[in-house]
């Protein structure tokens, strides 16, 4: 059935490229004709060169970014696509998907460009100790990179592999933490067993959760080894605290049976024994110590007697800190649950608060099995999940529980940066060229969004992905109702960062001519837009901000909304078509002040909506 | 330090006429939490013929210790007793010459870490009292039962879980176990706030169990972020754009708000509608209230988080007969606990910031003469192995909780002492091999420790054994901390 569905979206899609290459012929010919009748355009920036160049054979003009978005079923798909995928839809990065012959081209194409590093661009403010050059990099890498892909699965996989410069001795060692996030980006696509020991290794990782410089048992001295370590690979970084079904749930339902014991725990911290930094000259040394280099072993500290692992396996007596640690994270690698654990939450992440056990369940068997024999390809899983049938269809095409259930909670910070790419935010005129906050500085961005990039409370991370709405939590373990991002929800931070927003949208746009802090909403385009008509306006704006997926009911309130704004008693007794042209053509002839506060007004309903606060 | 007089208006009309004024998408809607009206009236009473008993005003804040707080080295035994301590905690043993005694006038001599002067000073002004070894449990659990987990709350020792377990008092992490203890109290106590357009039950720290109500029932606020009106949705805020515009934008705001909370939404819409909706009102209250009272002279350090909390707690406490609330329930959360390393470096810092968040805390409440009618009490993931891991320590179980106020009964230690004793330890939960595992079983439990602070709350005794399932397992059920 999926293949079926496949061909006619093929067929869709061959349809679909006739249509806009002759659309973009007959645009291109009216393009000239307005602008060599009028003189001038509404919009400076009428056209662009694409970033990067589309793959072989494409469409390779210029994205026309005077022209409104227009919603087709492909285009709702990838706009779609890009708020699952990417830190959300711009005008160009839509367009430019929309070249693509599928989603899996576009994603094939993502997988495929450099990496933005973070590091270097941290390193050249300098200090070490500095910690908001890190946040900076990071909103403007969201914002601005090319590797949309990459980055937002190394912010999902940040908030899994959890560290956070909340601790102590991570605080001054801000460019170790940076490093680690660009292991994360780098290992994205790669290997999950790759990126198990990469992170157990790196240093930072080893400070977080204590693995550093933990030693064999001294019973003399009733000293025993660290469980941190050993504790949270398990019930975080691989399998979980229960036995889970290939769908992710907890079995036996209801009362399901712990996947490990307190003994398992103790005997993993027994392997995580004997690893100490890079150039430590003893065990002890606090001499300035690399932070990057992955641990070595000491085996001095090294607990060498046999252990037992979780598949029921003995590791035998007598060897050394590596060969221990190999054979313990490919127990922990093996086990059934890692598929459905780190793939429902990366769905979780991306797509869905509550995905089906069938979804899960497809996603795990890639994890399992990438199709070529590989168990782990993180770049197959992630595939996995953005093409499943259940993240590419829409609600309206879903049974009515399903679509009910659908969606997720944008995470705060993400919501903030959908708005900025979607209305081309550039940095503040008084901003050094960062990209900032009304009220804060986006290093302060916690104070805001209740989240900032690798600084959460706890190993946790700033909402766990079984939290459940109080309304929804009476379903227990029957028939659990997620909404993870609702934990760092708040009275008081939703509504300072929805003024947060009102006043950057309406007192440091790019027309108020205040020089600002605050990065710079561009409300030209929205407003060329205007002048094109109410319905091409309102369109777009679902297109562009809300993936396609804008009710009827929130599209009409808006459409009343402008309509009040325009006098028709001269055609109050006209029919609908009319009188819709009518409001089109004094839409076109309305002063820029009048025109700008539409513009304002609608786009604020918009992004302080409820329903923007939803991913569908 | 000198506090404003409080300048009150007269607000109650105002909370009444706005409640009826409330649109639809406030009143007409329990999806996605709660509807407005129903927290305010605590129309959710469980229909327990009880009432809860409402005279004078009371608070009652929980202090959560995140990660695990090593209670065991903040409050040590002196004496024989010490010697014992000295050598199972071996290099993270507190330095007799560091610890501040006090005296129990049972069991002997103690002493507070020297870095938590103001717990000491409370305990010998009677207002705080060392609630011995707490911890989850089924009922009175001994060394034999360890072995069976079916005897034991489900999954001990990692963090989330035991905070929940602790928060929930229900011994398990599934079903019920979603909602909390002091939920449970602020659906037996909505009846007291029957002026209230707010709940008075307010996290000063995010979301948590103990708060959590089947009908959500509290709310969270930032003490990070200033309380402000929100722009846009109210239309008297944000004066620079005209009044056409801003009336406009509000009213289709509102009207969003009500379509998205309509029956056939789908949920996480509903959701998102409901905790907005309760954002706009929420925001306008305690904004209005806030106008009302002149700041307190007291600046809290940015540094420390806690005392930022406690801080806007006791603006709240302050202001709690103009909210219309006879009873209040907060929550605080101080993390950083969890010292698997470096113990005898963090955990000085940790006691400081703790010590001089709770000493303004107090400082504040005695100068507003609110010391007796608040009573805060400690509450973390676990206490820490006994062991060492060489420079820290590990998930345990039962630890030492303190709690303080005027109406404490206070200067005592409640509950026995365990053992700390690396041999034939009868209070640890021995590891696989029947060795010492420096865990220790807890003596009492978390529904014991709740039922007693509840009581003091005005919870009828009827309502207990539903909230505290372990409470009917043990003799005692009260500890008779509170007076």
Redesign the interface.
Same mark, same amino acid.
Request: charged share 15%.
């Given at each position: 059935m999926a293949r079926n569905r496949a061909n006619e979206r093929e067929d869709h899609l061959h349809i679909f490229k006739y249509f806009i290459s002759a659309t973009l012929i007959l645009i291109a010919l009216v393009g000239v004709f307005i602008v060599g009748c009028s003189g001038k355009s509404d919009n400076p920036d009428e056209s662009i060169s694409s970033p990067t160049p589309s793959p072989a054979g494409a469409d390779n003009s210029p994205v026309r970014l005077d022209l409104p978005l227009d919603k087709t079923e492909i285009s709702v798909d990838n706009a779609r696509l890009l708020m699952q995928a990417s830190f959300g839809v711009t005008h160009a990065s839509l367009a430019l998907a929309n070249r693509f012959d599928s989603p899996a081209a576009w994603i094939d194409d993502q997988m495929a460009k450099p990496i933005t590093m973070h590091l270097p661009k941290v390193e050249a403010y300098g200090n070490a100790s500095w910690s908001q050059p890190r946040h900076w990099v990071w909103w403007e890498t969201a914002i601005t990179a090319e590797d949309q892909l990459r980055q937002r699965t190394a912010f999902a996989l940040s908030e899994i592999f959890v560290v956070s410069d909340i601790d102590y001795t991570l605080s001054n060692s801000q460019h170790a933490v940076v490093h680690y996030y660009d292991m994360l980006a780098s290992s994205a696509f790669g290997n999950f067993r790759d990126l198990l020991e990469d992170v157990t290794l790196h240093p930072v990782m080893g400070i977080y959760l204590s693995m550093l410089r933990n030693e064999k048992a001294d019973e003399e001295n009733n000293v025993r080894p660290d469980e941190n370590y050993a504790r949270e690979i398990m019930q975080l970084f691989t399998i979980g605290l229960y036995e889970l079904n290939e769908g992710g749930t907890p079995v036996p339902v209801g009362n399901p049976k712990p996947a490990y014991t307190q003994s398992t725990v103790e005997e993993y911290a027994r392997v995580f024994t004997g690893w100490d930094y890079a150039d430590s000259p003893d065990w002890r040394s606090n001499k300035q110590l690399d932070k990057i280099s992955p641990l070595v072993p000491n085996e001095n500290y090294h607990d060498s007697q046999s252990k037992q692992l979780i598949n029921g396996e003995t590791t035998p007596a007598g060897l050394n800190a590596q060969e221990d640690l190999e054979l313990a994270l490919d127990s922990l690698f093996n086990h059934p649950n890692v598929g459905p654990f780190i793939g429902k939450q990366l769905i979780q992440k991306l797509v869905t608060s509550n995905p089906s056990e069938a979804y899960v369940a497809r996603v795990a068997a890639v994890f399992n099995d990438n199709g070529r024999g590989e168990r782990g390809d993180l770049g197959a899983v992630i595939k996995a999940i953005l093409l499943d049938s259940e993240a590419r269809q829409t609600t309206a095409s879903m049974n009515a529980e399903a679509a009910l259930n659908f969606g997720k909670l944008k995470e705060p910070v993400i919501k903030a940066i959908h708005i900025m790419r979607a209305l081309n935010a550039i940095p503040g005129t008084n901003s050094e060229g960062r990209f900032h906050l009304f009220r804060k500085t986006s290093d302060a961005a916690d104070q805001i969004y209740g989240q900032s990039v690798q600084s959460s409370p706890s190993v946790f991370n700033f909402f766990s992905p079984t939290f459940q709405s109080t309304n929804n939590a009476a379903g227990g373990e029957q028939k659990p109702f997620y909404a993870p991002e609702l934990q760092i929800l708040t009275e008081s931070l939703l509504s300072v960062a929805s003024n947060d927003l009102h006043s950057m949208l309406y007192t440091t746009n790019n027309r108020s001519g205040r020089a600002h802090r605050s990065a710079m909403l561009d409300i030209d385009a929205p407003m060329g837009m205007l002048r094109k008509g109410r319905n091409a306006y309102l369109e777009h704006l679902d297109m562009l901000l809300m993936a396609g997926t804008m009710s009827d009911t929130m599209y009409s309130l808006l459409s009343d909304f402008i309509n009040e704004r325009i006098d028709v008693s001269l055609v109050s007794d006209e029919p609908e078509s009319v009188r819709a042209r009518y409001i089109d053509r004094e839409l076109a002839g309305l002063d820029e002040a009048a025109l700008e506060e539409i513009v304002l007004d609608s786009l604020f309903m918009i992004l302080a909506s409820p329903d923007f606060m939803v991913q569908q | 330090m000198v506090y404003g007089k409080p300048m009150i208006k007269s607000t109650r009309r105002q909370f009444l006429k706005r409640s009826l004024a409330l649109p639809a998408a406030y009143t007409a809607s329990?999806? !996605?939490?709660?509807s407005m009206t129903s927290m305010a009236l605590g129309a959710v009473s469980s229909g327990a013929a009880a009432a809860a008993e409402c005279s004078g005003s009371k608070s009652l804040v929980c202090l959560f210790l =995140? !990660?695990g707080a090593d209670s065991f080295n903040m409050f040590v035994p002196i004496g024989n007793d010490y010697s014992v301590y000295r050598e199972?905690r071996?290099?993270l043993a507190v330095n007799e010459s560091d610890l501040l005694e006090v005296s129990d006038p049972s069991r002997g001599s103690f002493g507070f870490h020297r870095l938590l002067s103001t717990f000491q000073q409370m305990y010998i002004e009677g207002d705080l009292s060392v609630v011995s070894n707490v911890g989850p449990l089924l009922g009175p659990t001994v060394q034999a039962d360890v072995g069976n987990?079916a005897l034991l709350p489900e +999954? /001990?020792?990692?963090?989330?879980?035991q905070q929940k377990l602790w928060q929930n008092a229900a011994g398990k992490i +599934? !079903?019920?176990g979603?909602?909390g203890w002091g939920?449970a109290m602020g659906v037996e106590l909505a009846e007291c706030n029957m002026a209230a357009n707010v709940p008075g039950s307010i996290?000063a720290n995010? =979301?948590n169990t103990w708060q959590?109500?089947?009908?959500?029932?509290y709310? +969270?606020?930032?003490p %990070?972020?200033?309380?402000?009106?929100?722009?846009?949705?109210d239309p008297s805020v944000?004066g620079?754009?005209?009044q056409a515009?801003r009336q406009?934008?509000s009213t289709?705001?509102q009207?969003?708000?009500e379509?998205?909370?309509a029956e056939?939404?789908? /949920?996480? /819409?509903r959701?998102?509608?409901?905790?907005?909706s309760?954002?706009?009102v929420?925001?306008e209250q305690l904004e209005e209230t806030f106008e009302n009272f002149t700041q307190m002279d007291w600046k809290p350090d940015q540094r420390n988080k806690l005392e930022r909390q406690l801080h806007l707690v006791t603006r709240l406490i302050e202001a709690r007969e103009s909210l219309g609330m006879q009873r209040q329930l907060f929550f605080v959360r101080m993390?950083?606990w969890?010292t698997? +390393?470096?113990q005898n470096e963090?955990l000085p /810092?940790l006691m400081t910031e703790l010590n001089t968040a709770v000493d303004n805390f107090r400082s504040a409440l005695t100068m507003l003469n609110l010391n007796d009618s608040v009573t805060t009490f400690t509450a973390s993931d676990f206490g820490r192995?006994l062991?060492? %891991?060489?420079n !820290?320590t590990?998930?345990g179980w039962g630890g030492h909780n303190f709690v303080f106020g005027g109406a404490v009964n206070g200067g005592r230690v409640v509950g026995d002492i365990p053992s700390y004793a690396?041999t034939g330890n009868p209070d640890d939960a021995v590891?696989?091999n029947g060795e010492?595992a420096?865990r220790i079983i807890p003596t009492q439990s978390v529904g014991q420790y709740g039922a007693t602070l509840a009581r003091w709350m005005g919870v009828p005794e009827a309502a207990l054994p539903s909230m505290f399932p372990d409470l009917s397992r043990f003799q005692t059920q009260d500890l008779g901390f509170m007076s």
């Open positions: - | 329990r999806v !996605g939490g709660v =995140a !990660g199972t071996n290099d987990l +999954s /001990l020792f990692a963090h989330n879980t +599934s !079903g019920t979603a909602f939920g996290s995010g =979301a959590t109500a089947k009908d959500g029932g709310i +969270s606020l930032s %990070n972020a200033d309380i402000q009106r929100m722009y846009g949705f944000a620079w754009i005209s515009s406009a934008t289709r705001l009207q969003m708000l379509q998205a909370s056939g939404q789908p /949920l996480l /819409l959701e998102a509608a409901s905790i907005l309760r954002s706009t929420v925001t993390g950083g969890d698997h +390393s470096d963090r /810092l192995t062991t060492s %891991n060489g !820290g590990d998930h690396k590891d696989k010492f420096g």
